[in-house]
């Protein structure tokens, strides 16, 4: 009886052994990437655009976001002479008590009169992961009443081809 008691604490030690901390395999950091942010908008101004939104809740994969660091605010603005690559405007914080509701916002300045304008908000974690985008937020700058639309963002290369 001893035997069997000493053989089964020896088996259970040395399994403890081998799982030591570890809950589950390692995902890859496009599972562990946070999804996209909630509610975007823009709020068109007489000289700005004001984009709101609400954090992720979650990862790509459905996960609860351990941690969310930071916003990158990006735009493209289609006129010529002026790259059509997307660029970053501004570097957004989050406020750790206040991630599930709260409603973020940045004011863009620099826009000018009939000018189309794109933007793209891009939740970053704390291991420097970065969201990918569902939606790409465009607007016609006339001032208060510019014409605002959310259009579904493409990665390039990754087009529907059906």
Same mark, same amino acid.
């Given at each position: 009886m001893k035997l069997i008691r000493s053989s089964i604490i020896v088996l259970l030690l040395t399994l403890s052994l081998f799982a030591c901390g570890r809950k589950s395999q390692p995902k890859p950091p496009e599972e562990r990437a946070p999804a996209p942010v909630r509610e975007a908008k823009i709020e068109p101004r007489s000289s700005s655009l004001v984009l709101k939104?609400?954090?992720p809740i979650e990862t790509a994969s459905g996960d609860?976001?351990?941690?969310?660091d930071t916003f990158d605010v990006l735009r493209k603005v289609n006129r010529k002479n002026v790259s059509p690559d997307y660029r970053e405007i501004a570097v957004i914080n989050v406020k750790e008590d206040e991630v599930s509701d709260f409603e973020y916002q940045f004011e863009d300045r620099e826009v000018e009169l009939g000018t189309v304008y794109e933007y793209l908000i891009v939740p970053r974690d704390g291991e420097?992961? %970065?969201g990918v985008p569902q939606l790409s937020l465009r607007v016609s700058f006339l001032g208060a009443g510019s014409l605002v639309e959310s259009i579904p963002?493409?990665? %390039?290369g990754e087009e529907d081809t059906k």
């Open positions: 939104w609400k954090a609860e976001i351990l941690y969310l420097g992961i %970065e963002f493409v990665v %390039e």
